[in-house]
């Protein structure tokens, strides 16, 4: 038999976070932000249930030509636009749209052979202080670009540093604004700003996050009543019961004694598989439909639970490690870290199924 442990990905959850992000934004196109293999969920395994979106932005031109392969006709977006000017023939080829950020890019576009022009997203540096062209000088660029031929269009885009917290996006929108560049197209509004600063949606949107359930500031309460599903589940079993005294010492460091005469139960699961090795005793887990709480270390393969409020559970009890009733955030708040990360690093090693 093999090792328990199983990842599920629930694609009605992407056809239903895209259909709710498309109520939240009215009239607004939609970028579908598929980056890092679809935050570790598989491009392969979900595109096909996001196909009502209005394009896919990613990173890596490979899975643009995936999308491409795979019938994709839509729209695409380099959201780090390209890296040597030899991948403008692959945008061209496969009528890719480019984020460009540097001047440098701008020339090799003119300098292109193109056999049709190429999409642009001007990256507006409002705040953020990664990539872009800075507020005094983005008129000028602007200007530049609408002169080159190889260029059809150009749409501003910038990305906001805190929409998911209480900074808001008021000093980077108020940037923007300055500009008065309406008769470009505006891409503004990442997660956060969909869902809690509606004036920035304008033109295109970039939901990212909250297409897989979770939460852009990294705590599950922001979004609880978001109506938002999570998109993949991660489970395993119990695979053996210990009856241990109290005062005993529990996994690596002994960074756990009990307290009192513990249940205590070994779960096929560690750091190995993607769970982050410095959860802390106390994080969460759903053990046969009840909450319980990890003990000590997570070693590479196995962690220990608490199986004190769960009498009933034994080897081969079902272990949810995050899903539909333990929010990936809560996991990862407990690890000093965010959703997204524990998403991306789920591990090659772990079966994954599609629900």
Not at 86 to 107: F, G, M, P
Not at 247 to 264: A, C, L, M, W
């Amino acid at each position: 038999m093999p090792r328990p442990i199983l990842a599920t990905i629930h694609l009605d959850a992407f056809r239903h976070n895209l259909a709710m992000i498309r109520q939240k934004v009215g009239h607004s196109k939609i970028w579908s932000v598929v980056k890092a293999n679809a935050y570790g969920h598989g491009l392969d395994r979900i595109w096909q249930s996001l196909t009502q979106t209005d394009g896919f932005a990613l990173l890596d031109m490979n899975e643009a030509i995936y999308l491409r392969e795979q019938g994709w006709q839509g729209p695409i977006l380099l959201l780090e636009g390209f890296f040597k000017a030899e991948d403008l023939q692959i945008i061209n080829k496969y009528n890719l749209t480019t984020a460009v950020h540097s001047r440098w890019q701008l020339q090799a576009i003119e300098e292109a052979e193109f056999d049709k022009p190429v999409d642009v997203y001007l990256k507006l540096n409002s705040g953020m202080n990664r990539l872009g062209f800075t507020p005094d000088e983005y008129p000028q660029i602007v200007s530049m670009a609408n002169g080159i031929q190889n260029i059809r269009s150009v749409t501003l885009m910038t990305h906001f540093a805190n929409s998911d917290n209480e900074m808001g996006v008021s000093e980077q929108f108020t940037v923007v604004k300055e500009l008065r560049m309406d008769d470009l197209s505006h891409c503004l509004a990442n997660s956060g700003a969909i869902l809690w600063h509606p004036q920035t949606h304008r033109d295109w949107v970039r939901p990212g996050i909250i297409l897989y359930g979770a939460s852009p500031s990294g705590k599950w309460r922001d979004i609880a009543d978001s109506g938002l599903r999570p998109a993949m589940s991660l489970k395993s079993e119990i695979i053996a019961v210990h009856e241990l005294a109290k005062g005993v010492k529990i996994g690596y460091g002994s960074r756990y004694t009990t307290q009192s005469p513990t249940r205590v139960g070994t779960v096929a699961c560690g750091y190995a598989d993607g769970y982050p090795r410095h959860a802390s005793t106390g994080t969460p887990v759903v053990v046969d439909g009840i909450r319980t709480r990890v003990l000590g270390a997570i070693s590479m393969d196995m962690m220990t639970v608490d199986l004190t409020p769960c009498p009933e559970a034994t080897i081969g009890s079902s272990v949810e490690l995050w899903g539909a009733k333990l929010p990936v955030d809560e996991v990862a708040e407990f690890a000093g870290t965010i959703g997204y990360e524990l998403l991306c690093a789920l591990a090659r090693r772990v079966p994954v199924v599609v629900d």
